[in-house]
């Protein structure tokens, strides 16, 4: 019994097709066989279509006939009985046609002719769509599948300028690798079978296509390259995007039973995954990033292999729903022994996180068999062909490698923190720009121009000389010593650095390290020319130009200090004039002019003084309020929406990141 390749099974279909075309002249004789030549029953309107030269010949003699002439008289026809043909059955009768019946011969003849052409039309059509090969419909995603795809492309599409390209190249894969199966055929499932060396997965793979296909023998490794065996047709596609050549592709044994069972299926048998040849186990693991399922073979010996379990089924795990763990060689065990070990199997399975498929649920299948007798091998072709006949295995490998790839991601998209910038952060964050600024020293000082406004406006004269006196009397020693420009500059740039450092800090809290160092980075950004920014802020939004705003109150004020001042002249001079003799002697007028005066200022001064600190307060606090809102305006402007836009990004990959785990899927 030896395989069958595709290159025979085509030639077997050429043959087909040579044999149809040889056997087709010879119906096509017995169709053309004229009544008298072997089918006494057959008569002119019931035979069977002609081929075009006959039909051709007829309606060349019917045309002959219809152009008898109908003038002829008895003697022309007398003439034509006489010399006719004695073996012509038309002649020997007498027989002539004239227009009727050539109208009514050309009618059926040409009824005729058109019917044969329908027929060969009909027939040409089928045998071209029997030679046409039907193309299997492509793979169909689900609605929840689709989206997670969808989110995992705009994922990575979000990601790419914050990400570098080998964190987001599984993902990247995963994607090609979902759009290129989804181009295929969805009738076929792609079933690899791998295994370690004498493992005897080259003996289950001849065993379940039924003939001997893949070599076996002592020889190690055996398997040297990938070997595909198709159950039914329309699966070039897919053996081509595992990149097996056309002499590496068979078809399993010719039985009706078997292909209804198995139909669908593409198996394939795969080199040693522990080969000591390296391009063996590149092979393998190119293959398995590609199939849609596959069988993991294992014997007594090494069913514990930790190359095969840390290598392998561990980072596999997610993908449970589309692996067979079958359990070879079973006939070499004695008695209970292959219970044992199959339970020691499962153990081994369950701590390497797989879940297995028992009771109904969802998990990997684990069978134990014997490819050499047989054992076992009608229960694995059974749930083989129930698992391929689902049709589901390719989209749920799609979905487990979705899953791999986002768990892969997980550490640059979620920390299991809340991130963001609070508005107490803002607020700091505004405060210390204003603190860099002197926004409270500012606001101080528009109070105290005002007072002093107010001061030099109500005040009495007196008082202002003397002050002015003692400013210019007292000494500069003990003063504190004014800072340079330079200083000044300096601390505020040391203050608008911190409080970038600070906020950026607040931002950037709670985030994954990538995008964390993009938050930074843009407040970095942000924070160059800022002071120089802050800076020219204060000096728009300080003081106004001019002197601050008087209240209603002033010029009465005002009025009734001058009032006072000149009581107090009036008095003086009167008394002078009394000294002197130039005026009568009365001291009581003048000397209650004088104290009236003398009283009534400081009074009146005191009094706008009091009345003064409302105002003076309010445009304090009002120059104190611009500057701080300038102040948070660039910082605003410079920093806190770079950092918003980081933040907002960041939100948005995170709402991506959750439907493509899932949990963003309705």
């Known amino acids: 019994m030896t395989a069958v390749t595709d290159q025979d ?26 009544p008298g030549e072997g089918d006494p029953e057959a008569t002119p309107g019931n035979r069977p279509p002609v081929d075009d030269a006959e039909e051709a010949s007829d309606l060349k003699d019917t045309d002959d006939h219809a152009r008898v002439p109908s003038d002829a008289g008895t003697s022309g026809r007398t003439k034509s009985k006489a010399s006719a043909d004695p073996e012509d059955p038309e002649e020997a009768t007498g027989s002539w046609d004239d227009g009727l019946i050539a109208r009514r011969v050309n009618e059926t003849t040409a009824a005729q002719q058109a019917a044969a052409l329908e027929i060969r039309a009909s027939r040409a059509q089928a045998a071209h769509a029997s030679h046409v090969p039907r193309v299997p419909a492509p793979l169909a995603y689900d609605g929840p599948l689709r989206s997670r ?148 073979v294992v014997d007594p010996e090494k069913y514990a292999d930790a190359i095969l379990h840390e290598r392998y089924l561990r980072p596999m795990a997610g993908h449970a729903e589309v692996m067979f763990v079958v359990l070879n060689q079973i006939d070499r065990l004695p008695g209970e022994a292959a219970d044992q070990v199959l339970d020691d199997l499962r153990r081994l399975l369950d701590e390497d996180g797989i879940a297995l498929g028992e009771y109904g649920e969802p998990g990997a299948t684990v069978l134990s068999l014997s ?26 490998r799609i979905s487990a490698d979705v899953d791999a790839a986002a768990w892969r991601l997980r ?32 606001g101080e ?29 007292e000494p500069t020693t003990g003063r504190l010593p004014v800072r340079a ?91 002078l004039g009394q000294i002197i003799g130039f005026m009568s002697p009365n001291l009581g007028v003048p000397v209650l002019l004088m104290v009236a005066g003398i009283i009534g200022g400081p009074l009146v001064e005191w009094s706008c003084r009091l009345a003064a600190r409302g105002p003076a307060r309010r445009y304090g606090l009002d120059a104190e309020r611009r500057l701080r809102e300038a102040a948070a305006g660039c910082g605003r402007a410079r920093v806190l929406d770079p950092l918003a836009a980081e933040l907002l990004r960041y939100r948005e990959v995170r709402e991506q990141y959750a439907r493509v785990t899932g949990a963003g899927v309705g």
């Open 485 to 575: 420009q330079a200083d000044e500059e300096a601390t505020a740039r040391q203050r608008v650095e911190q409080a970038v450092r600070t906020v950026a800090d607040r931002a950037s809290g709670g985030l994954p390290a990538p995008w964390a160092q993009a938050v930074r980075e843009a407040a970095v950004r942000g924070s160059q020319g800022l002071p120089e920014a802050l800076d020219e802020l204060a000096a728009r939004a300080g003081l106004p130009v001019g002197r601050p705003p008087r209240p209603g109150w002033w010029p009465a004020a005002v009025l009734a200090q001058a009032s006072m001042t000149i009581l107090q002249v009036v008095g003086g001079l009167w008394l």
């Open 445 to 473: 000082a528009a109070e105290r121009a005002w007072l002093r406004n107010a001061n030099r406006a109500c005040g009495t004269p007196w008082l202002r000389l003397w002050r002015w006196y003692n400013d210019r009397r």
């Open 411 to 442: 550490p640059v998209y979620t920390t299991g923190r809340r991130a963001g910038l609070s508005e107490e952060a803002r607020d700091e964050f505004a405060a210390r720009l204003a603190d860099s600024v002197g926004a409270t020293a500012a």
């Open 9 to 34: 099974h085509t030639d077997e279909m050429d043959h087909a097709e040579h044999n149809g075309d040889a056997v087709a002249p010879q119906d096509d004789h017995r169709e053309n066989t004229s």
């Open 371 to 396: 490819a050499l007798t047989g054992d076992g091998i009608p229960e694995l072709r059974e749930v083989l062909g129930q698992f391929v006949a689902d049709r589901g295995a390719a989209a749920r």
């Open 149 to 296: 795809l969808d989110a995992l492309r705009e994922l990575v599409g979000l990601s790419r300028t914050r990400l570098d390209s080998g964190t987001l190249a599984e993902a990247g894969r995963v994607l090609d690798e979902a759009a290129g199966r989804r181009r295929l055929s969805g009738q076929h499932t792609v079933v690899a079978i791998a295994g370690a060396t004498g493992s005897g997965k080259s003996q289950l793979f001849n065993s379940l296509a039924g003939v001997a296909i893949s070599e076996t023998g002592v020889r190690r490794p055996t398997t040297a390259a990938p070997i595909a065996c198709s159950w039914s047709d329309g699966a070039a596609t897919l053996i081509d995007r595992l990149g097996i050549p056309g002499r590496l592709r068979r078809r399993p044994l010719q039985s009706a039973e078997m292909e209804a069972q198995l139909r669908g299926l593409v198996l394939v048998d795969l080199p040693d995954h522990d080969s000591a040849a390296v391009a063996h186990r590149e092979q393998v693991d190119r293959v398995l990033a590609l199939v849609d399922a596959v069988i993991w």
